[in-house]
């Protein structure tokens, strides 16, 4: 079943604190909805949130 963008971006706001989140939760958020870490990060740019204490470079 396909995500749409608007439930991604909704999950993603509800996640983020203070516009900013980290990547283990980013990466949560993606396994919880089915969902490439790659849309997670165009979810976070879309909405002007940051990716902070990054592992291993998933998000670019």
Known sequence: ???SKEK???K???AAMDNRISCTVARKV???L???LRRVGDACD???IK???CELG???
């Open 1 to 3: 079943m396909e995500i």
């Open 8 to 10: 991604l971006l909704q």
């Open 12 to 14: 993603v706001q509800e």
């Open 30 to 32: 993606g396994e919880e």
């Open 34 to 36: 089915g969902v490439p």
């Open 46 to 48: 879309e909405l002007g």
């Open 51 to 53: 990716i902070y204490a």
């Open 58 to 60: 998933c998000f670019k």
